[in-house]
Nanobody, 127 residues
């Protein structure tokens, strides 16, 4: 059984930093692309960042580009999301998700293409 478990959320002041982790069990993390999505209060779920299989490429939404960094810790079977210079609008529940390779698709910001989802971790940024 595949499980993804997020950790590292919390309360931070604007301008501060947090690091989220997504620990996988039941599959090698390098066998899937991993994305981070978030859903803020009263908002739709939105794409944040993704790392392709083996971490060959990374993608970011425009709203976090230059502030967030996605990376892999293969020894721990974990994907990390380093968030810096955080803003109140980053407040959301953050979910990591795993995506098997899809023939003919090189997009990583589409939630329904991800098969495995974690329960989420709350991130709150105060102004």
């Amino acid at each position: 059984q595949v499980q993804l478990v997020e950790a590292g959320g919390g309360l931070v002041q604007a301008g501060g930093s947090l690091r989220l982790s997504c620990a996988a069990s039941g599959l090698p993390i390098n066998s899937v692309a991993v994305g981070w999505f978030r859903q803020g209060p009263g908002k739709e779920r939105e794409f944040v960042a993704a790392s392709t299989k083996y971490g060959t490429s990374t993608y970011y939404s425009d709203s976090v580009k230059g502030r967030f960094t996605i990376s892999r810790d293969n020894a721990k079977n974990t994907v990390l999301l380093q968030m810096s210079n955080m803003k109140p609008e980053d407040t959301a529940v953050y979910h990591c998700a795993g995506r098997r390779p899809i023939y003919g698709s090189n997009t990583y910001d589409i939630a329904h293409e991800y098969s495995y989802w974690g329960q989420g971790t709350q991130v709150t940024v105060s102004s």
